[in-house]
């Protein structure tokens, strides 16, 4: 990963596995999704995801599997959520949330807020 | 290309990331871009491909390995793609790690490996230890005294100081061989059993015992052709009838003393007597200790005992003194240890010099590379993945050099062992163990990094090399800081080599002058050679008397031959050392009425052999014979020390007085002063020196003699005739047919023999400075041609600006002789430094001599020079219209 986004190492971790609790996609399709979601927030080059994916299907958290796209007529790598995937998102989230709870407390706003 | 094993999973990324883009660039398509536009849109948003093609695969688990094999196939192709860099490269490093390497091999047979012998930890030398002095040497009744088991030591045992010739005389011709006499239990103490027959027991070490014999496998193989049934046999030893009880197993040495004549072959008994009260030290000690014993424990033991000896005969033992045990191997490596420490030292400053000359070959390469470096530092390599394969190409030519290193180091071992004296060469080195190739790898991958990381490192930093303009051809002069670390390399390069050459100059400097000393007699066409007379049939003077007598006629008539005589030893062989008293109506202080002189027995006509000068007095003529009065010639150096103001012709001195009642000589008259000759240590001083005839020698004396060293001979002849040894040889078996010679050398050997060691130590280190002084004229013609060519454009500019071709000469050599003078003075620091190591190793020169450095600093300066003329006469002969051009 680039010292750019090395802030949001696990982030980008927790929003790739987000993105897939949707249902299978592809690389470019969750690229897109994450920069639409965040709107644009991010400005990453999705290119960048695909470290983050190879290390995802190392650990066994989606699969990948070739696929011929329903509405174009090319194969594409599509990734899905596996079980052990669902329950690490669970983790994650709580985790995230743990944290943005301790930062809103820092910085003084009520979580409510958030 | 593919040359790691990823197959598949490489080529679905490559699919993968492809159609990610494909994508990405129709999307932009439709969103109203050129094809040209969208392609670079789509590259824009996806990001750097190869960046993220690294990335994922840094994520799979054998990442780490395929960088190293991509590194190793990038190293091995960069050095094939420049063969001139990597083979002269790989030959520096050869050099470096081969000398070093042929060192350590030899320090490692001879300092490292233990002696050859079960528990070799256990086995400790006797030393007499005073105040003022120790002595490794011990008398029969120290020994007796000490040879009682139960002080910590399991077994004792002694040998004699001097190593005998021993001659064979079993078949037709008589043979001398190198023998030891040792007491019982010697093969005990080392632990080591006959292979065949038995070992010498406390009957064979009686006085008066019938004479018993153990062969070492050598001997037994030559002489007796390895029969078994040797064992039991009786040989004529010394005109003795001996039993052979036992054959030394193969492989078999004991290195503790080392015999002129080579190493020991046969083994006798001591048969000391046990009632002696002699103190004269003609045994060394040593001992096995118990389990769980340590020296300090048993040597205290030991001096108690010595002490209680010392209350009953107080000449035996030094009321001071006190008994230190130390390990055989210390004793046996003592007299090589500083000179291969000498060696390895010189070896590491060669391997130094190597290294630095590879990192300044690395340094100018890479600056070539620089281009290369600067795109794959913008294609989104790290810094650390550049240092990491700039570093594997470094180890790739280490490990080639490493080598080719062990090549050179069987070549230079070889030729070592050939010119190495028998201190060094009786260890006989042979293959490389494991650990000393393990050694070689070792040196090798150290030498990589050293000269690897600096230029890796000042390549790859940001302003030199990641950010650089990406053509570096159009930069005008070289970088600045490239340069300034390649002078300082070169710096430290003379520095280095100047350090050695000045060792090896006074080195040089004390090798001439012992050389070109004086001996104090005449060496031309003077011949010598040794016999070994049996002590049964020549033990009493007249015998002996009748031996020289017979022999030196026999000798004479040989054709050629002007003079003729015997001695007891010869100029550069370990001296008799006798005390004497001075009696007589002298007036001499009283302190000085006594002394300790060099001792020589010599047989009439010795001075008029050897050409020594009669300065006072008349010489020892065949007139001096038993029964006439006792005669004495005092060398110029006695005569100075005892008798500075008056003659001391006439004067009477009595030798070996307080030594016991064995030994009482008869007075002596002093009857003549001759010149001082060199004695024993060649090194050393002339040391005041007596001379008696062997016809007037005591029983006791000549007992001892024929005993323990060969009669010695020296033979003045017209000039030197080939075959003067075999005609010898037999003139003197006209007079005993039993009796063989040995050592024909002329004078000139014998003085080159006892310089060897001088001789080798200086070639040695000639050798590896000369080897240093090519490296450092290597690496400055490198840095010099390096230089100018990076300058190219900028000597064109200065050219075409009106500059002369004779001011851009003298600008490059200025720049080269400003790095050699700093070089130097760093150098002449370092100097200062040989001289503490050196001290011991100089004759006549002080470790820092003015004349050694002015030669040593005129030849790097030239060397220096020399190797900077080519580059300097090529930059001044570049044509300035083509310099600019071809920019």
Known sequence: MDKRNGLLQGTLDMLILRTLLFGPAHGHQIGKHIQRTTNDFLQMQHGSLY??????????????????????????????????????????????????????????????EI | ????????????????????????????????????????????????????????????????????????????????????????????????????????????????????YPEPDRIVQFEKVTPSASSYSASVPLFLAWNHPNHGVQSIAAYSVLPV??????????????????????????????????????????????????????????????????????????????????????????????????????????????????????????????????????????????????????????????????????????????????????????????????????????????????????????????????????????FAGGVAGVAVAWLCDRLLLMAAPVTINRFAPGAPGLHVLLFAVAISLCAGLLFGVLPALRVTRGDAGGTRPASPSRRVTAGRSRRRLSSALIVVETALSLMLLAAAGLLLRSFMNLERLNPGFNFDHLTTFETTLPTAKYSDPAALQRFIEAAQPQILRMPGVQNAASVSTLPTQATLNFPFTIGGSSNVAPDQASGESDYLLVSAGYFRSMQIPILEGRSIESSDSAGSPGVVVINQAMARRYWPHESPIGRQIVIAQNLGPDWVDRPRQIVGVVGDVTADEIDQPRAPTMYTPFAQASPHLVSILVATIPLRWVV???????????????????????????????????????????????????????????????????VTSCTVRQRTSEIGIRMALGAQRSSILWMVLRQCGLLLAGGILVGLAGVALDGSLLKEFLYGVRPVSAGVLTVVIALVCGVGLLASVTPARRAASIDPLRALRTE
Not at chain 2, 3 to 11: E, I, K, V, Y
Not at chain 2, 15 to 23: A, F, I
Not at chain 2, 333 to 358: G, K, Q, Y
């Open chain 2, 165 to 398: 010739g021993l001659n064979l005389a079993q078949g037709d011709h008589p043979e001398r061989v190198p023998g030891l006499r040792v007491s019982a239990d010697f093969f005990r103490v080392l632990g080591i059993e006959p292979q065949l027959g038995r070992n010498f027991n406390a009957n064979d070490d009686r006085p008066g015992a019938p004479n018993v014999v153990l062969l070492t496998d050598s001997l037994w193989h030559r002489r007796y052709n390895g029969d078994p049934a040797i064992i039991g046999k009786t040989i004529e030893v010394d005109s003795q009838p001996s039993t052979v009880v036992g054959v030394m197993p193969r492989g078999f040495r004991f290195l503790a003393i080392q015999p002129t004549m080579g190493a020991i072959e046969l083994w006798t008994p001591l048969q000391l007597p046990s009632a002696s009260r002699d103190p004269s030290g003609t045994l060394e000690c040593i001992a096995r200790l118990q389990r769980g014993v340590t020296r300090e424990q048993a040597a205290a033991q030991i001096t108690a005992l010595s002490r209680q000896l010392a209350a009953q005969l107080p000449a035996a033992f030094p009321s001071n003194g006190s008994v230190a045990l130390l390990p055989l191997q210390q004793r046996v490596t003592e007299d090589v240890r500083p000179a291969l420490l000498l060696f390895s030292a010189a070896v590491a400053l060669v391997l130094l010099i190597a290294c630095v000359n590879v990192a300044n070959l690395l340094l100018a390469r890479l600056s070539d590379r620089a281009l290369e470096i600067t795109i794959r530092a913008s294609l989104g390599a790290s810094r650390l993945r550049l240092v990491r394969q700039l570093l594997t190409e470094n180890l790739v030519l280490a």
């Open chain 2, 716 to 782: 003045r002849t017209s000039a030197d005739s080939p075959g003067f040894a075999s005609q010898l040889a037999s003139a003197l078996l006209d007079v005993d047919a039993h009796q063989p010679i040995a050592e024909v050398r002329t004078m000139r050997q014998v003085f080159a023999d006892a310089l060897l060691r001088w001789r080798f130590n200086m070639l040695l280190l000639g050798a590896f400075s000369a080897v240093a002084l090519i490296l450092a004229a290597v690496g400055i013609f490198g």
């Open chain 2, 1 to 116: 290309m593919r040359w790691w094993p990823l197959g598949n999973r490489d080529a679905d990324l490559e699919r993968e990331l492809r159609s990610d883009l494909e994508l990405e660039e129709e999307e932009q398509r439709e969103g109203g871009l050129s094809p040209d536009e969208a392609h670079y849109a789509a590259l824009r948003a996806f990001g750097n491909p190869t960046l993220i093609r690294e990335q994922t695969r840094a994520t799979w688990k054998s990442a780490p390995f395929e960088h190293i094999w991509q590194d190793l196939y990038y190293g091995l192709r960069q050095l094939r793609r420049s063969p001139g860099f990597a083979v002269t490269a790989i030959l520096i490093l050869a050099v470096g790690v081969g000398a070093n390497l042929a060192i350590f091999n030899i320090i490692d047979k001879v300092l490292l490996q233990p002696l050859a």
């Open chain 1, 51 to 112: 470290p983050a994916l190879h290390r995802l299907e190392k650990r066994g958290w989606v699969s990948a599997k070739w696929e011929i796209a329903p509405d174009r007529n090319r194969e594409f790598k599509y990734y899905r959520l596996t079980e052990k995937g669902r329950k690490q998102l669970t983790v994650e989230e709580s985790q995230w949330n743990k944290m943005a709870e301790a930062v809103a407390r820092v910085m003084g706003t009520p979580v409510e």
